[in-house]
């Protein structure tokens, strides 16, 4: 272990992140991220490739102006015209790259290594002219031959370049190769050394960590890992592997690193696998009786870290894994405390629910346990209901809904247009709920149970509050627009029912869902 190193983060979200297949951000989204990756303590923002567009240079400048701490950094292909470009925009780092291995130079840059060499040198002479941070890539460096790349580490570092940077363009290199790579570069040239992988292999984040151990100062990453292909190395996964598994701190804001991952999410429309260390939904939810038991007791017996420590909180999910300790705790949380042999009870209910391939929401435990606790429904003792809802819709005509809800006893109703009739229904409900209550739709699933038109529609949902609190709740009909409006009533209530005992009503804004309630 190294002590007393601070690693470099090299933030490429808005320069490789957009180039993910489909992605294209406004001038004023790219702002939006980049002030965000500045308060999260990036060293270095890539905010764009200036040639691309007129759009692309008015969003560079745009961040180039807005006064941030990090260096802001523009891409440029080793010509004068890109140089040029990149420099208007008022940047004060440029990161030019040409090519260096034989594939590349053969059948993509018609050029020899020669003509590679000089080229690479007069594009750093020149851009150094302006007096600026210069960082220097050779593209597709893991497929370069390694003596020809100390040549090229050698002639850049002499031409003046402040740090030479180790594409692993096409995402093949192993933890290995990076290390020998980082080990070349390091044997001729004291220059900063940065790192930049691609994860085809899933590797990316293992190879930054290679070229780290190896002697890189620098790492170039993306937030949720976006990027060419398989993506880029994930910003979240390296810092937090770097700091808490080597002892290698970085700048980073470690508690904004969720908010920020959200902010990328939505503003890129990029999602993020449940599964996704870090930031995934489920990164530190426990569902099995044993994981909640040990957590309930200690967090560390089960969780690699405190998940405050990334912004966020544990969560709890009843179902088929479940144990006694986790559901009574998920039941507390709700201000429910049935007595053991109520307890005996509704786990038996959440088992079955399970075994009969059910997930069961904060909602369904909710109804399941004041049903058995209190021997009736829950609707009674619910701070929501659904008094109404009408829904007009066709072809050449906007989707409207109007919805009437009793909010703690007060009617409320709103009627909104959307993309269709399930989001038109979705505006309503958050119209009325802007007023009175942070309740924002988080995710929205869409099953049908069987295989015809008369099919049940199956709808599971996640609401969220500011705090970041979350609640599921679900919805059955043979109906989709009445089906998707119980499920998120359902889910409310359930998170209303986790926040009465320590929290008040609040006003504060709503986010507009975004994702596959579209259309619908
Ligand atoms: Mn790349």
């Not at 292909?77 to 470009?85: H, L, M, Q, V, Y």
């Not at 780092?93 to 059948?107: A, C, N, P, T």
């Not at 870090?278 to 017996?301: C, K, Q, R, Y």
């Not at 906007?398 to 399930?422: C, D, M, Y």
């Amino acid at each position: 272990m190294t002590s007393g190193r601070l690693i470099r983060v090299f933030d490429t979200t808005l320069r490789d992140g957009e180039q993910t297949p489909g992605v294209s951000l406004t001038p004023q989204e790219k702002l939006e991220i980049a002030q965000s990756l500045d308060r999260l303590g990036v060293d270095v923002i890539e905010a764009g490739f200036p040639i691309t567009s007129k759009g692309e240079q008015e969003a560079i400048r745009a961040i180039a102006r807005s006064g941030l701490r990090a260096e802001v950094c523009g891409l440029a292909r080793a010509e004068k015209a890109d140089i040029d470009i990149a420099i208007g925009c008022g940047i004060n780092g440029i990161h030019v790259f040409l090519s260096s291995s034989d594939i590349h130079l053969q059948h993509q840059m018609h050029i020899t290594r020669e003509r590679m060499i000089e080229q690479s040198t007069e594009a750093v002479r020149y851009a150094k002219s302006f007096g600026m941070k210069v960082e220097f890539s050779a593209m597709d460096a893991t497929r370069t031959d390694i003596g020809f790349f100390k040549q090229v580490v050698k002639a850049v570092s002499d031409a003046g370049a402040d740090r030479f940077d180790i594409p692993d363009t096409v995402g093949i290199a192993t933890p290995q190769l990076i290390a020998d790579y980082v080990k070349a570069a390091r044997s001729v040239s004291d220059i900063m050394i940065s790192m930049h992988c691609h994860n085809d292999y899933g590797l990316a984040v293992a190879n930054s960590l290679a070229g780290v151990l190896a002697g890189a100062d620098q790492v170039h990453v993306t937030i949720n890992g976006i990027g060419e292909r398989s993506g880029n190395t994930s910003l979240e996964e390296f810092v937090m592997a770097c700091n808490n598994l080597y002892a290698l701190p970085t700048n980073t804001n470690y508690q904004l690193l969720y908010e920020t991952s959200r902010l990328v999410n939505r503003l890129t429309g990029v999602p993020i696998q449940p599964n996704k260390a870090i930031i995934g939904d489920n990164a530190f939810g426990h569902e099995s009786g044993i994981h909640t038991d040990g957590v309930l007791n200690n967090p560390s017996t089960f969780e690699p870290f405190d998940p405050s420590m990334v912004g966020r909180t544990r969560w709890l999910q009843a179902g088929k894994h479940a144990g006694r300790h986790g559901i009574s705790a998920q039941l507390r949380g709700m201000g429910l405390k049935p007595k053991e042999e109520s307890l005996r009870l509704i786990v038996g209910r959440v088992k079955e629910m399970g075994d009969r391939g059910s997930s069961v929401t904060d909602s369904d435990l909710y109804q399941i346990a004041v049903q058995i606790m209190g021997g009736g429904s829950a609707e009674k003792n619910e701070l929501v209901e659904l008094e109404g809802l009408e829904v007009v819709t066709g072809i050449k005509r906007l989707p409207t809904a109007t919805v009437k809800l009793l909010v703690r006893g007060h009617l409320h109703e709103a009627t909104e247009v959307g993309s269709g009739a399930v989001d038109a229904a979705v505006n309503a409900i958050q119209k009325i709920f802007s007023n009175i209550e942070t309740v924002r739709l988080k995710n929205y699933r869409l099953e049908a149970l069987t295989g015809d038109s008369g099919a049940v529609a199956d709808v599971t949902v996640e609401v969220e509050d500011d705090a970041g609190h979350t609640a599921s709740g679900r919805g059955m009909k043979r109906d989709i627009v009445v089906a998707s409006v119980e499920a998120i009533v359902a889910g409310t209530n359930a998170l209303l029912a986790k926040k009465q005992d320590t929290e008040g009503i609040k006003v504060l804004q709503t986010e507009k869902p975004t994702g596959p309630i579209e259309g619908l």
